[in-house]
């Protein structure tokens, strides 16, 4: 069981990026998967989630409206859009599966990636 993340990089203020999150040994499709980041000398902390299950969506609300999630059941991948990037978007970025409590608490998923470098420069 797996996740691994990968479409990070280094931006421009205002510019978009499109992170994938790969699963294997597991369905997406039975799952709730969302992405958090952690920042320099920051908590890790919730940015969207998707619940294959129902098709619900959530956002933190530093990011509504400028990053949309979607998940790819055929391909068993989940992606982060991210557009209208900001510095302070600047974190790395991790994919997690499960949602069985609170969407942005860490505690409620159990399978985590490595994680991807987003860097947004002003």
């Known amino acids: 069981v797996q996740l691994v993340e990968s479409g990070g990089g280094l931006v421009q203020a205002g510019g978009s990026l499109k992170l994938s999150c790969q699963a294997s040994?597991?369905?997406?499709?039975?799952?709730?998967v969302a992405w958090f980041r952690q920042a320099p000398g920051k908590g890790r902390e919730g940015v969207s989630c998707i619940n294959n299950r129902d098709g619900s969506t959530y956002y933190a609300q530093s990011v509504k409206g400028r990053f949309t999630i979607s998940s790819d059941n055929v391909k068993n991948m989940a992606i982060l859009q991210m557009t209208s990037l900001k510095p302070e978007d600047t974190a790395i970025y991790y994919c997690?599966?499960?949602?069985?409590?609170?969407?942005?608490?860490?505690?409620?998923?159990?399978?985590w990636g490595r994680g991807t470098q987003v860097t947004v420069s002003s």
């Open positions: 040994g597991f369905s997406v499709a039975d799952y709730a």
């Open positions: 997690t599966r499960g949602g069985w409590g609170a969407w942005y608490a860490t505690n409620s998923y159990d399978i």
